[in-house]
Nanobody, 124 residues
Framework: QVQVAESGGGSVEAGGSLRLACAASGFAVRVSCLGWFRQTPGKEREGVAA????????YYADSVAGRFTVSQDNSKNTLYLQMNSLKPEDTAMYYC?????????????????WGQGTQVTVSS
């Protein structure tokens, strides 16, 4: 059974950092299309970062490029999102997702399995 579970969220001040983790089970991250998304109440879900597991290539939304880094640890079967220089507008529930067929996309409809999310709150 494919499952992903996020952790690492919390509250930080603007300019701070957090690292989110997404523990995977039932599949191997090294052969999968993976992504991070975020959503705030009343707003549409936003794709943040995507990773091509087999190749290791990454892709970012303009809003986070240069501040966020997505990576994988195949030995732990875990996906990470390192978030630096956080801004209040980064406040959201963050989700990881597993897709199939097409990697490096921020289109949520391309992903089949989602975690429950972890909350990130950035204060000014």
């Amino acid at each position: 059974q494919v499952q992903v579970a996020e952790s690492g969220g919390g509250s930080v001040e603007a300019g701070g950092s957090l690292r989110l983790a997404c523990a995977a089970s039932g599949f191997a991250v090294r052969v999968s299309c993976l992504g991070w998304f975020r959503q705030t109440p009343g707003k549409e879900r936003e794709g943040v970062a995507a990773l091509d597991g087999p190749v290791g290539s990454t892709y970012y939304a303009d809003s986070v490029a240069g501040r966020f880094t997505v990576s994988q640890d195949n030995s732990k079967n875990t996906l990470y999102l390192q978030m630096n220089s956080l801004k209040p507008e980064d406040t959201a529930m963050y989700y990881c997702a597993v897709g199939g067929g097409r990697c490096l996309t921020l289109d949520g409809s391309r992903y089949n399995y989602w975690g429950q999310g972890t909350q990130v709150t950035v204060s000014s």
